[in-house]
Antibody, heavy 124, light 107 residues
Framework: QAQLVESGGGGVQPGRSLRLSCAAS????????MHWVRQAPGKGLEWVAV????????YYADSVKGRFTISRDNFKNTMYLQMNSLRVEDTAVYFC?????????????????WGQGTLVTVSS | DIHMTQSPSSLSASFGDRVTITCRAN??????LNWYQQQSGKAPKLLIY???SLEGGVPKRFSGRASGADFTLTISSLQPEDFATYYC?????????FGQGTRLDIK
C-alpha cells in the first residue's frame, strides 16, 4: 500500500527558505508523477507543482513560479519542495500526492494517495 | 486557468438524507473531473475519478455524474462519517484547479 510522509515544515520569517521532503514507500516511486498541493488555514486546496516520474519535467502554479523548485531523488524514493523567498501568504499545510493515470490511455489522471501534510508558517 | 465553482458552499443535512453537490467548470473539461473528501485535519481522500468512477474501497452510496458542464456528487444516504468537506478537481489542463469546497455538516 502506498505511503507518503511529508517533513520539513516549521516556522520561518518572510524572505527565508525552507525545504520540504516527501518520503514514499509501498510502490515503485519512479513510475509515478508526483505533486505538491497546499491548504492555507481554513481555506481550500491549491495545487502547487508537479514533477514527472523521470524528474525531467516540472510545472508550477503562477503563485510560486520562480520561488519554489520541485525535485525528486528516485534512488531515495523522495520528492522535495525547495521554497525560497517565502511570503506570509505561503503559510499552509503542504501535502504531497501521487498521480494515478487512467490505464485506458484517455490521459485522465487523479491523485490516489496523499501524505498527512506538513505545516509551514511564514511570519515575522 | 479553468475556474471550478462548487455549490453549495455549505450544506446541513441529517443522517440518512440524500445530498447532491454540484461543480461547474467555466470551460469544457470533458470528464477530467475528480471528487475528494476531506475530514477535518486530515488529508484529502479520493472518492470519484473521471467524473463517475468509484474509487476502490469507497462505499457505493457515493456516486458521480456528468451532465454537460455540470458535475454532481451524490451521497445517497448520509452516514456519520460522511460529514466532511468535499472538493472537485479538474485535471484537463494545467494549472490543476479545485473547487472552493462544500462543507457538509449535521443539521
Amino acid at each position: 500500500q502506498a505511503q507518503l510522509v511529508e517533513s520539513g515544515g516549521g516556522g520561518v520569517q518572510p524572505g527565508r527558505s525552507l525545504r520540504l521532503s516527501c518520503a514514499a514507500s509501498g510502490f515503485i516511486f519512479n513510475n509515478y508523477d508526483m505533486h505538491w498541493v497546499r491548504q492555507a488555514p481554513g481555506k481550500g486546496l491549491e495545487w502547487v507543482a508537479v514533477i514527472w516520474s523521470d524528474g525531467n519535467t516540472e510545472y508550477y502554479a503562477d503563485s510560486v513560479k520562480g520561488r519554489f523548485t520541485i525535485s525528486r531523488d528516485n534512488f531515495k524514493n523522495t520528492m522535495y519542495l525547495q521554497m525560497n523567498s517565502l511570503r506570509v501568504e505561503d503559510t499552509a499545510v503542504y501535502f504531497c500526492a501521487r498521480q494515478w493515470e487512467d490505464i485506458t490511455g484517455t490521459g485522465m489522471y487523479w491523485f490516489d494517495s496523499w501524505g498527512q501534510g506538513t505545516l509551514v508558517t511564514v511570519s515575522s | 486557468d479553468i475556474h471550478m465553482t462548487q455549490s453549495p458552499s455549505s450544506l446541513s443535512a441529517s443522517f440518512g438524507d440524500r445530498v447532491t453537490i454540484t461543480c461547474r467548470a467555466n470551460e469544457s473539461i470533458n470528464s477530467y473531473l475528480n471528487w475528494y473528501q476531506q475530514q477535518s485535519g486530515k488529508a484529502p481522500k479520493l472518492l470519484i475519478y473521471a467524473a463517475s468512477s468509484l474509487e476502490g474501497g469507497v462505499p457505493k452510496r457515493f456516486s458521480g455524474r456528468a451532465s454537460g458542464a455540470d458535475f454532481t456528487l451524490t451521497i445517497s444516504s448520509l452516514q456519520p462519517e460522511d460529514f466532511a468537506t468535499y472538493y472537485c478537481q479538474q485535471t484537463y489542463s494545467r494549472p490543476i484547479t479545485f473547487g472552493q469546497g462544500t462543507r457538509l455538516d449535521i443539521k
